[in-house]
Each structure stands twice: as structure tokens, then as C-alpha cells.
């Protein structure tokens, strides 16, 4: 008993290390980031893809607004798992450290830079008395210098340079997925397949492109692009992906 209420009393603390060294807060929001819908990265040759499962709760919901694809600036993409609140709160941050770049140095935000500066606002809130950390994974994905560059954000504050990675619900399967699938020459076609095929291993009965959010970001135009959902279907129906409808019913 005495050993459950002293680890109680760590849970509170945000800024108190336990004994052995761990926060246990930053702890419970990784799992609250566990606890998101799935979103993958997937840096290609020719760009960066993000691929979100983003299937609402209920058929009485929208489809758009589940938001879990955010335009950073042209040139910079970002995919979220866990809490929705606290990813709009950094995505609305990382908006505005782009517009300061080319307010001030009158050029476009590095990807490195931008996920740094993420990364430090929220590394604050994890040793601030009386506020909590951000229970979000962002997967920030761009082009600089004409180079795709995809990176990670931990809810501790730290930053994770990657080729591929998966985020949320089911992260284990989606990378060893990835890890078996990915190439270094892959296209930016050839990475939005690979994206949606790791999310279909997960998805027994398919995918429907409603339920389904991608964006690339291509090297050679360096912009932003989210696909349709007749662009999503047919990338789907392309490669048997695509949910049936028996299975939708």
C-alpha cells in the first residue's frame, strides 16, 4: 500500500522524477497517443506521403470533421494521433512559427527547425508546475532544400528523424509492416501505396476511402496536396484494398 501511494503521489507531480528516474505523466500521454487512430509517414525518393485512418465513430458524424491531416505551410504536412485538442493547439503553433520564418527571414521554415521548435514548446510542458503534457504524436513531414525530410514528436519533447514510421493505434504491426516493405527508391506513388496497404494490414475488412485521409508533399513542387476521395478509391481499388460492400454493411 505504501509503495502504490507513493507512486500516486509522483503521478500528480508532473515535475517530480519517481525514484527510479521515470514521469509518469509523459508516460500516461504516450498511451493516450496509443489510445489515437492510426497515422503513417512514409518519406519516398520523389516526396513525403501521410496516411491517417480517420473513420468517425458514427455514420451520423461528417467525415470532415475528423481532422487528423494538417497543413503546416506549402511545403510542410503534419499527421496526429491522440488527443484532437491538443494537436490543433500544436498545429496552430506550428502555423505560426512558419509565418515568423518568412516574416522575419523572408523564406520557408525548415522541416528540422519547424519540429525542433515543436518539440521545445512541448518539452515545456513537461517541467512546468501546474499543466500537463500534450497527450499528441505529430508526424511532421516536408521538402527542404529539395530534400524530403519526415520526423516525429514525442509527447516528452523530443524530436525522431525517420524514413517510415506509424503513430497511434497499433503502431507495433504498422512498422513491422513498414520495416518489411519499405525501399529507399519509392516513389511518391509507390509511397501512398505502401501507406494505405500498412493501414489495410491492420484493417481486416479493407479500407474505405471516407474513412481514410492522405497527403503528399512532392519534392519537385514542394506543395502540399490532399487526395480526393475518388483519388483515394481509386489508389484503393488499384492494389485490392478496397473495402467491400458486404463489409460495409
Same mark, same amino acid.
Given at each position: 500500500?505504501?509503495?502504490?501511494?507513493?507512486? #500516486?503521489?509522483?503521478?500528480?507531480?508532473?515535475?517530480?522524477?519517481?525514484?527510479?528516474?521515470?514521469?509518469? #505523466? %509523459?508516460?500516461?500521454?504516450?498511451?493516450?497517443?496509443?489510445?489515437?487512430?492510426? !497515422?503513417?509517414? %512514409?518519406?519516398?525518393?520523389?516526396?513525403?506521403?501521410?496516411?491517417?485512418?480517420?473513420? !468517425?465513430?458514427?455514420?451520423?458524424?461528417?467525415?470532415?470533421?475528423?481532422?487528423?491531416?494538417?497543413?503546416?505551410?506549402?511545403?510542410?504536412?503534419?499527421?496526429?494521433?491522440?488527443?484532437?485538442?491538443?494537436?490543433?493547439?500544436?498545429? /496552430?503553433?506550428?502555423?505560426?512559427?512558419?509565418?515568423? !520564418?518568412?516574416?522575419?527571414?523572408?523564406?520557408?521554415?525548415?522541416?528540422?527547425?519547424?519540429?525542433?521548435?515543436?518539440?521545445?514548446?512541448?518539452?515545456?510542458?513537461?517541467?512546468?508546475?501546474?499543466?500537463?503534457?500534450?497527450?499528441?504524436?505529430?508526424?511532421?513531414?516536408?521538402?527542404?532544400?529539395? #530534400?524530403?525530410?519526415?520526423?516525429?514528436?514525442?509527447?516528452?519533447?523530443?524530436?525522431?528523424?525517420?524514413? $517510415?514510421?506509424?503513430?497511434?493505434?497499433?503502431?507495433?504491426?504498422?512498422?513491422?509492416?513498414?520495416?518489411?516493405?519499405?525501399?529507399?527508391?519509392?516513389?511518391?506513388?509507390?509511397?501512398?501505396?505502401?501507406?494505405?496497404?500498412?493501414? $489495410?494490414?491492420?484493417? /481486416?475488412?479493407?479500407?474505405?476511402?471516407?474513412?481514410?485521409?492522405?497527403?503528399?508533399? /512532392?519534392?519537385?513542387?514542394?506543395?502540399?496536396? /490532399?487526395?480526393?476521395?475518388?483519388?483515394?478509391?481509386?489508389?484503393?481499388?488499384?492494389?485490392?484494398?478496397?473495402?467491400?460492400?458486404?463489409?460495409?454493411?
Amino acid at each position: 500500500m505504501q509503495g502504490q501511494s507513493q507512486q #500516486q503521489a509522483y503521478d500528480r507531480g508532473i515535475t517530480i522524477f519517481s525514484p527510479d528516474g521515470r514521469l509518469y #505523466q %509523459v508516460e500516461y500521454a504516450r498511451e493516450a497517443v496509443k489510445r489515437g487512430s492510426a !497515422s503513417i509517414g %512514409v518519406r519516398t525518393a520523389d516526396g513525403v506521403v501521410l496516411v491517417v485512418d480517420k473513420r !468517425s465513430r458514427s455514420p451520423l458524424m461528417e467525415a470532415s470533421s475528423v481532422e487528423k491531416l494538417h497543413k503546416a505551410d506549402d511545403h510542410v504536412g503534419v499527421a496526429s494521433a491522440g488527443h484532437v485538442a491538443d494537436a490543433r493547439q500544436l498545429i /496552430d503553433f506550428a502555423r505560426r512559427q512558419a509565418q515568423v !520564418s518568412r516574416l522575419r527571414y523572408g523564406e520557408p521554415v525548415g522541416v528540422e527547425q519547424l519540429t525542433k521548435n515543436i518539440t521545445d514548446h512541448i518539452q515545456q510542458y513537461t517541467q512546468v508546475g501546474g499543466a500537463r503534457p500534450f497527450g499528441v504524436a505529430l508526424i511532421v513531414g516536408g521538402i527542404e532544400d529539395g #530534400q524530403p525530410r519526415l520526423f516525429e514528436t514525442d509527447p516528452s519533447g523530443t524530436p525522431y528523424e525517420w524514413q $517510415a514510421l506509424a503513430v497511434g493505434e497499433d503502431r507495433g504491426e504498422l512498422n513491422d509492416y513498414l520495416e518489411d516493405h519499405y525501399a529507399d527508391d519509392l516513389t511518391l506513388e509507390e509511397g501512398v501505396e505502401l501507406g494505405l496497404a500498412a493501414l $489495410a494490414s491492420v484493417n /481486416d475488412d479493407g479500407l474505405d476511402p471516407e474513412g481514410v485521409g492522405v497527403a503528399t508533399i /512532392d519534392a519537385e513542387t514542394e506543395r502540399y496536396v /490532399d487526395l480526393t476521395d475518388d483519388e483515394i478509391e481509386r489508389h484503393l481499388a488499384d492494389h485490392d484494398l478496397l473495402a467491400s460492400d458486404d463489409d460495409e454493411e
